[in-house]
């Protein structure tokens, strides 16, 4: 290893540059194109030898580096990548790239060239001419479009342009005949063009994130296709033809906008379908309400409360982000529209079973107007659940609360409905709904959130069409497991069923669960299997295994019914005992005549599957929906042990404080959590430092010394802030308060308000005292030292924990996809970025270290990590664990023959010693 000092060009820097034989790392020291700059001058001829650069895109003397990169006519590898800086909140700075000189196409040995992270609006065309280039990356870009002429690189086999704008690809595409792999997602890609099917050596493509509605049937060209990602598209249709691809081991088509899928692909054990409305009637094509252009918008000062409608129409704006459309001649005459803008009261807004309020309550005045047209009202929304599983929908006061026909604009995180009379207006977020019309000559329901559920009814089933609904609710094995503090019980998703008729089902519907995981038709129970049926206000569960004709296949439990209110009644005396015992009707139960009444009222219902050993589960469940509906939180106001200015805030479920304070334990101090307090859906809460305690923020929410919040039920509210200056704490601790309040902040909150806790009208929740010590010097911050290690064995070589922290710095954001490689569990992975959230060099380190660790005694784990860095992509970082290996073995075998203990020595040692 050559070692090159820098000379008195750069006397502002004391580190060393290290050439190691023909690599050049300089992305991984501070200033490393300044210091590149200064090699050149000194070093050229040593430079011109260099065959792999790197170099750090986000420094300014980036620019002037490219000048003198043409001169290294060896190289072939050459890394420009930006995101080795971060902004406050985390995200990955681009570099500075923009383009490139034009003499960058001279490179005649170049095969290997990364652009990531920087700002290439389009591809400079000196790129196109490289003609021995093999790897190509480019994500985490602005290109908008590629030139014709990236036909010209023949010998590509891997191209990345994940991150990028990308509407349409050129056909020339089709061109890149030696191209394997190929990265696309997360792009604009409206459609692909037939070209594409050209891309006959390719095994793995990526067009997942885009906006693609269709396929060309052109992809069953593509012979070598192994995997084909296309999730999270518009996809409306597939072509058939894809099941002729020999070699297909994966086709991704979940969150899709799916409703039929060939019969061809569909019986493909590899093909991924979750999140489609397969099965879901057809819906009129999403897409925003355009404003009338004619008509402008009005923007309503922040304090203004009411404003005039004219027949000409108008379009407001709310300060708080509303907007109304009121159509030319909604109204005849000069009206005057009040608004108000309030919390949600959990006396008046009353959610059903598993919705969650995601807006406060709008109300437009005068109540019961009537408008000649409909007038069209936008609400903004906080993000809901994410995922197939639940849908946003605006619901209206008439009476009780009603679901409106509700349009989503996801990209404006709006939702709109239209309206001939005001009220009351929230969004809410509820389970997906599916429903049909059912005819007399039958059909079939699936469910979108799990197109395992289906409910078959037969022809004849009815004598008029009537509308059959449908939701489900999943809960995993680990939630159900926690909420009944045992693992005893496994259960499939809930089955929420109901009709528009009190009319039984003139033949039986079927009805297929799939089993709870874990659990198939080969290694089935029978004994331990209950079917559970619910009324629609959950007064109990009622076990209906013996009531039921239950059959089982290998993935699913399959069982009939004449309607989904379920009451089995075998004679007339058995049904009083049931309503008496379980839903106490026995007050108005007193005739045959009122039985049949409230036979009929019910018309919707609830299944469940669980598999367990208890011997009744109906307590159970009840008691698991009850704790799934019902929100208990606690408040944390935690300080951070190596900033202490720096305080958490965060609303936890009270079944996750104790683990989550046990994870934090280790980075923050603080007081206990606040007592259990019950929150209602929605409802809103509010943070705020008091006692003298400054709050030093620019931000909007930062008013009088406060800082001010919102909870929802999703519960994944957390906050830090910093709430202090030096000089708070230069000769003394600093302590105060944090309060929690519901609703409004309190003008004036009395001192004996920090003694009380919450009560049913009270306005605080809780009260949690802080101190915050004096700062620290920073040198009592002991930086974190890994052990020793010597990884490896004589015929593979060893690397040290240097030769790891070297490795570490070329690592980026993509060290889980490089640690799932290695062999560590996700779970492993996941705990690594969650305890070390705050830095990313730490989550690297920890990732390489604990791998280490598990395999320092392993024979051939050397060549296990650069086998684990090809498969990530990062081919550079495996060849520089090569040449260390090489050079360590050099080394060691040069060491061998000096202390005389070759193996030509040895044999010869041997030999005297036998005579």
């Known amino acids: 290893m050559a070692k090159l000092l820098l000379g008195e060009a750069d006397k502002d820097s004391t580190a060393e540059v290290y050439l190691a034989h023909n690599r050049l790392n ?103 001419e490289l003609k021995e280039l093999t ?63 050209k891309l006959s050596s390719c095994t793995w493509i990526d067009f997942s994130g885009n906006r693609l509605k269709t396929l060309p049937s052109t992809l069953a060209n593509m012979a070598s296709l192994g995997e084909l990602h296309l999730h999270s598209n518009q996809l409306v249709t597939v072509p058939a033809e894809l099941a002729n691809l020999p070699n297909l081991s994966r086709l991704d088509l979940q969150n899709n906008c799916l409703r039929s899928v060939p019969p061809e692909i569909l019986n493909f054990p590899f093909v991924h ?43 407001v704006a709310l300060p708080c982000g509303i907007e109304i459309n009121f159509p030319p001649d909604a109204v005849s005459l000069v009206t005057v529209i009040s608004c108000n803008v309030i919390a949600p009261d959990p006396q008046q807004v009353k959610l059903e079973h598993h919705d969650f309020l995601l807006s406060p309550v709008l109300e437009l005045l005068p109540h019961g107007i ?11 929304y906080i993000s809901s659940r994410s995922g197939h599983k639940r849908e946003v929908v605006m619901r209206t006061f008439n009476g009780s609360w009603n679901n409106l026909e509700t349009k989503v604009s996801k990209s404006r995180r709006m939702a709109s409905c239209s309206v001939l009379h005001f009220s009351w207006f929230i969004v809410i977020s509820r389970l997906k709904e599916n429903k049909c019309a059912v005819p007399t000559e039958g059909t079939r329901l699936f469910s979108s959130v799990d197109p395992n559920i289906k409910v078959i009814f037969p022809p004849g089933a009815v004598n008029e069409t009537r509308t059959v609904k449908m939701q489900v609710f999943p809960v995993t094995v680990e939630e159900l497991h926690e909420l009944t503090d045992g693992q005893h019980s496994l259960a499939s998703p809930l089955l929420c069923l109901s009709q528009n008729s009190t009319d039984d089902f003139l033949k039986p519907v079927t009805i297929q669960l799939p089993l709870p995981s874990g659990i198939s038709g080969f290694t089935l129970d029978r004994s331990k299997v209950h079917l559970l049926h619910g009324d629609p206000e959950v007064q109990d569960w009622v076990d209906i295994t013996n009531q039921v004709v239950l059959e089982f296949t290998h993935l699913y439990a399959i069982f009939e019914v004449h309607h989904f209110s379920w009451v089995s009644i075998h004679s007339m005396s058995d049904i009083a005992p049931y309503l008496k015992t379980t839903l106490d009707w026995s007050s108005i139960v007193e005739n045959v005549e009122d039985i049949l009444n409230l036979w009929h009222l019910c018309t919707s219902g609830r299944y469940w599957l669980w598999y367990t050993t208890k011997t009744y589960v109906g307590g159970i469940a009840k008691n698991v929906y009850e704790r799934l509906r019902r929100w208990q939180v606690s408040f944390l106001a935690l300080q951070r042990k190596r900033d202490p200015e720096q305080v958490l805030l965060q609303c936890l479920p009270k079944h996750k404080v104790e683990s989550v304070c046990k994870n934090l334990e280790k980075r923050y101090w603080g007081p206990e959590p606040s007592e259990i307090v019950e929150m209602f859906e929605g409802e809103q809460f509010f943070a705020g430092f008091e006692k003298g305690i400054e709050i ?45 309040y519901r609703g409004s902040l309190p003008e004036n909150v009395p001192e004996e308000a920090a003694k009380k806790r919450k009560g049913p009208d009270s306005m605080w929740l809780a009260t949690l005292p802080i101190k915050l010590p004096r700062q620290r010097s920073k040198h009592q911050n002991e930086l974190r030292t890994y052990p020793p290690l010597n990884l490896g064995d004589e015929e593979t070589g060893y690397l040290t924990e240097a030769n790891l922290l070297s490795i570490a710095r070329r690592i980026g954001p993509e060290w889980q996809n490089i640690g799932i490689n290695l062999g560590l569990p996700y779970k492993e992975l996941e705990r690594i970025a969650y305890n070390n959230r705050d830095n990313l060099d730490k989550q690297i380190l920890e990732m390489l270290f604990t791998w280490a660790r598990c395999n320092a005694n392993v024979s051939g784990c050397i060549r296990h990590l650069v086998q684990a860095m090809k498969e990530s992509d990062r081919e550079d970082i495996a060849e520089e664990i090569d040449s260390i290996i090489e050079l360590g073995k050099k080394k060691y075998r040069e060491s061998i023959h000096r202390v005389g203990l070759s193996q030509e020595g040895s044999n010869k040692d041997s030999t005297i010693a036998t005579v």
């Open 273 to 315: 379908l979750k999140g489609n409305p397969i099965g879901e009637a057809e819906d009129p094509e999403e897409q925003d309400q355009d404003k009338p252009k004619e008509i402008a918008i009005r923007y309503l000062p922040s304090n203004a409360e009411s404003f005039t409608v004219t027949a000409e129409g108008c379009n």
């Open 135 to 197: 790897v190509l990356l480019l994500s985490h870009n602005q290109l908008a479009a590629l030139p014709n002429s990236i036909g010209k690189l023949v010998k590509l086999s891997f191209l990345s342009l994940m991150k990028n704008q990308l509407r349409m690809l050129p056909g020339s595409i089709g061109e890149l005949v030696a191209l394997k792999r190929a990265d696309l997602s997360e792009n604009k890609l409206e459609q692909l063009p037939d070209e594409v099917g």
């Open 370 to 380: 009537q408008f000649k047209k409909e007038v069209v009202i936008w609400m903004p």
């Open 696 to 740: 030093v923020s620019d931000r909007p929410d930062c008013v009088g010394g406060r800082i001010s919040f919102t909870f929802y039920s999703h519960l994944k509210n957390i906050k830090e802030v910093y709430i202090s200056t030096l000089a708070d704490r230069k000769t003394q601790d600093v302590k105060g308060q944090v309060s929690f």
């Open 26 to 128: 300089l992305d991984v020291f501070p200033n490393g194109t300044r210091k590149f700059l200064v090699l050149c001058n000194t070093h050229r001829k040593e430079l011109q030898q260099v065959e792999f650069l790197r170099l750090n895109c986000n420094e300014e003397e980036i620019g002037p580096s490219l000048a003198f990169i043409p001169e290294l006519r060896r190289l072939k590898s050459l890394v420009l990548k930006g995101g080795h800086l971060r902004d406050e909140y985390g995200v990955c700075q681009h570099g500075l790239l923009s383009t490139l000189p034009v003499n960058f196409g001279h490179f005649q040995h170049l095969n290997h060239l990364d652009l990531s992270f920087n700002r290439f609006i389009s591809l400079p065309e000196c790129l196109t």
